[in-house]
């Protein structure tokens, strides 16, 4: 190693990408970062870092980072031209505020991500709501995490994920559901069977990393997991390994469950999953006699028209069988962003701050008195969810859309509606680390922002703990952190003294935000930014949930939901003959902005790929890495290299969604969850030809 890149300081940190929340040492040499390692004494990783992490370092001075704010000054079309801050928030301030005269509060729409500290998230929800008005406030998060806050909500009255990292390293049997998490959460998955003799359980249509290290793979049809999870529950009823006492002391809805779930037998679910009638069985003694069970779910469960039903169906099998609150026994979402968890808990996305009900007069009450605020100022429900607002645009109700750190034009499904819905958006802000991306082609201003490394605060984590973030670079140019525009902002709206008396730093909003949440469930107020940063992270609720049996409902009982399995929405036909899977791979985070400018990840992964069956290439005459086209009913996206292989079934198809240049999300479906409104991006109908010669 070169002595330039030596460390001369270290700093302690949390990794900015997945919501694993690994502790990580950041070596800087004269205040440029030069080296990442895991940090030994973090209880979530010890000291181990994915590809991501160890380079995650090298973004900071990678090309491309936005260090000026930008204006379009002459409309769609015309070259973004440098501005400074001052006319820039002047722009932003007077530009939202005309319009929302015009067409009133709600025309503002704002979309977030999960990716900013708690602070930021606390401050940016308080911001919009009462400072610039807007009901219409959400995160990338709805195309994430939705569905289990739903599920959770359905089944136990509250969002929080019950478990803990340490419950899947205990489990005795592990039941992993559309979980990748050999590639989407790889210092999770070292956790995994560490236990001697725990028996893993992987259920996905696809052979991922995941399945290959189960001891048992399910390769369900797609969105036949309920049909199997009901069956699971018809077998653990009919025989008997069910854990009576606690359904009667805590749970309730048994008896419709238990005729619902009658038509579940294993005949029937055989015939939907395409699963054996002997694995359906094997699998329900496997987890009704195992004395700790843990399932652990993500995107293949989330992504679904049925997401949130979806959970609260795992949660039953957990509920029935009394594997909750229990060391080893939990039903866990294992969320996708850093932060995910930090937003959900401290803005307004799903819930008044704090878990706090929208509709509930003490919850309302005790945060007004808190914010010295009218409690008429608060929302009474829940904004437009983040697809709704790209509807509202479409629709011309929402004229204003400010975009902060998260790139639609790549993530959202069916994209060109949503490039028309920007197109006719009078006002469009992006707010982003980089540029440009893809979403600032839209943009009438761009905002800069510091990144992970140049700013201070928390994340929190999958399993709830909430750990120190902090700065180790400055922003690059003019760059300014999230927090900073926010408090920017609040000044020119005329509201920073009312709603930010005295804040000048991501420390002053902790400070307002454990006050906001102590005695609440998500109760930050126990621990100081120290004794985090130096225990290696603290969980809110302690190691796990609802220990005592109690939950958040008015009885304090979980409920049972009876989810029925219904068919996905798009199915294949004679001309779309194909059922398009997506997902994500170890080496990219969500699109790129980031890993994509880190050389040594893209050099790993540099192009989209399409995973065909070796029976459906035959049937296409179609070769290895052939470049072909993947067309639905609603676009298609060419020249993507053709990968022949087992790891798909036949009829299906896989793509990941990282790669702006051959991109999913053109064919994907805009069809959402009626309940979380996350969509569906797993399943849709495609076909597939070899791309003509351009
Ligand atoms: Fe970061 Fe997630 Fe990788 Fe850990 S597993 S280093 S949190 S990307």
């Known amino acids: 190693i070169s002595e330039s890149r030596i460390a001369d300081t270290w700093t302690k940190t949390t990794c900015g990408y997945c919501s694993v929340g690994c502790g990580m040492l950041v070596g800087t040499r004269n205040g440029r970062p030069v080296a990442a390692r895991g940090n030994p004494d973090h209880p979530v990783n010890l000291g181990k870092l994915c590809p991501k992490g160890l380079s995650e370092h090298l973004m900071i001075e990678a090309a491309g980072r936005a260090t000026t704010p930008m204006l379009r000054r002459g409309g769609r079309g015309t070259p973004l031209e440098p501005i400074s801050w001052d006319k820039a928030l002047e722009v932003m301030v007077t530009r939202i505020g005309s319009i929302q005269e015009r067409f009133g509060n709600d025309s503002l729409g704002v979309i977030s991500t999960g990716q900013l500290v708690t602070e930021e998230f606390y401050t940016l929800g308080k911001l919009v709501q009462l400072g610039f008005r807007s009901r219409n406030y959400d995160g990338n998060t709805t195309l994430c995490m939705a569905s289990a806050v739903s599920g959770y909500k359905l089944s136990f009255g509250s969002d929080g994920p019950p478990g803990s990292y340490a419950d899947m390293e205990t489990a005795d049997v592990v039941l992993l559901i559309g979980a990748n998490i050999a590639d989407n959460h790889p210092i999770l998955c070292n956790r995994l069977r560490k236990k001697p003799g725990q028996m893993l359980i992987v259920v996905d249509p696809r052979v991922t990393k995941t399945a290959m290290m189960a001891d048992l793979h399910l390769p369900v049809k797609p969105r036949s997991d309920i049909a199997l999870v009901n069956g699971i529950a018809h077998i653990l009823l009919r025989d008997g390994l069910v854990d009576r006492e606690y359904i009667r002391e805590h749970v309730e809805g048994l008896d419709e469950f238990v005729s619902f779930v009658a038509d579940y037998t294993p005949e029937a679910v055989s015939a939907t999953t395409g699963l054996t009638i002997e694995t359906i069985e094997k699998v329900a003694r496997l987890y009704g006699e195992a004395k700790s069970a843990f399932i652990g779910w993500t995107m293949g469960v989330n992504h679904s028209t049925q997401g949130a039903h979806t959970v609260a169906a795992i949660n039953n099998l957990a509920m029935i069988t009394g594997n909750i609150g229990r060391t080893g026994s939990a039903p866990f979402s294992i969320t996708g962003q850093c932060n995910a968890m930090g937003s ?211 009885n304090g009982r979980a409920l049972l939901h009876c989810v029925p399995c219904l068919p996905f929405v798009e199915q294949p036909n004679t001309e779309f003959d194909l059922i398009l899977n997506t997902g994500r791979t170890v080496e990219h985070w969500h699109t790129r902005t980031k890993t994509g400018a880190v050389a040594m990840l893209d050099a790993m992964s540099p192009n989209a790929w399409l995973e065909m069956n070796p029976a459906d290439a035959e049937r296409l005459s179609l070769r290895q890495h052939d470049r072909v086209t993947v067309r639905s009913r609603r676009a298609y996206v060419r020249d993507v290299e053709l990968r022949i292989t087992g790891i798909v079934a036949p009829g299906q198809v896989f793509m990941p969604f990282h790669f702006a240049e051959q991109n999913s999300n053109l064919v994907t479906l805009g069809a959402f969850d009626p309940i979380s409104r996350e969509p569906n991006f797993k399943q849709c109908a495609v076909c597939v030809e070899r791309s003509a010669l351009k």
Not at 377 to 386: N, S
Not at 424 to 438: C, N, R
Not at 446 to 468: D, M, Q
């Open 344 to 554: 959900r808990e401290s803005s307004f996305t799903s819930a008044l701050p704090g878990y706090r009900k929208f509709d509930n007069p003490e919850d309302r009450k005790a945060l007004a008195a808190l914010w010295k605020i009218e409690e008429e100022e608060l929302p009474t429900a829940r904004g437009l969810a983040y697809p709704d607002i790209i509807e509202a645009a479409v629709k011309e109700q929402v004229k204003a859309i400010w975009i902060i750190a998260t790139n639609p034009v790549v993530s959202f499904p069916n994209l060109n509606l949503l490039k028309h819905a920007f197109e006719t958006t009078e006002f469009v802000v992006v707010q982003d680390g980089f540029y440009p991306t893809p979403t600032m082609d839209y943009a009438d201003l761009v905002l800069p922002a510091a990144i992970w490394g140049e700013k201070e605060g928390t994340y929190t984590n999958s399993e709830r703990r909430i750990s120190k973030v902090n700065a180790f670079a400055v922003p690059p140019g003019e760059a300014r952190s999230d927090f900073d525009i926010f408090l920017g902002l609040a000044e020119r709206l005329g509201v920073k003294d009312r709603l930010f008396p005295g804040w000048s730093s991501t420390h002053d909003a902790w400070l307002e935000w454990q006050k906001v949440s102590a005695g609440r469930m998500c109760d930050y107020s126990q621990f100081t930014w120290q004794q985090i940063e130096d225990e290696g992270g603290k969980q809110w609720g302690g190691e796990r949930l609802y220990g005592d049996g109690q939950f958040p409902r008015e």
